[in-house]
Nanobody
Framework: VQLQASGGGLVQAGDSLRLSCAAS????????MGWFRRSPGKEREFVAV????????YYADSVKGRFTISRDNAEDTVSLQMNSLKPEDTAVYYC???????????????????WGQGTQVTVSS
């Protein structure tokens, strides 16, 4: 599976931004699709994920209520709608995919097999 992320940019605090991730190669329909981010000087952290089975979604506490993850299986895309952005959301955002797995590992980057190249999101105060 190849993943291509897009949609990053420079916005002001309180603005919205929508990231997209297009999958190619093997179908993405049987993959959990997630978003992670890395800020300067910090470890890569989990943001959100949507399961291939049932479409359940999970979010990091820091983005819950502001970000929404969704997927379009027909188009093999996953999106991250980011509202009420804060300066601390500034990071490189990566989309990732994994071929299923137990729920307890769904927030762990090490359990994702495929990664996109990342897209920069910068939120100014």
């Amino acid at each position: 599976v190849q993943l291509q992320a897009s949609g990053g940019g420079l916005v002001q605090a309180g603005d919205s931004l929508r990231l997209s991730c297009a999958a190619s190669g093997r179908t993405s329909r049987r993959y959990d699709m997630g978003w992670f981010r890395r800020s300067p000087g910090k470890e890569r952290e989990f943001v959100a994920v949507i399961r291939w089975s049932g479409g359940s979604t999970y979010y990091a506490d820091s983005v819950k209520g502001r970000f929404t993850i969704s997927r379009d299986n027909a188009e093999d895309t996953v999106s991250l709608q980011m509202n009420s952005l804060k300066p601390e959301d500034t990071a490189v955002y990566y989309c990732a995919a994994r071929g299923g797995g137990i729920l307890s590992t769904i927030r762990l980057a090490a359990f994702y097999n495929y990664w996109g190249q990342g897209t920069q999101v910068t939120v100014s105060s």
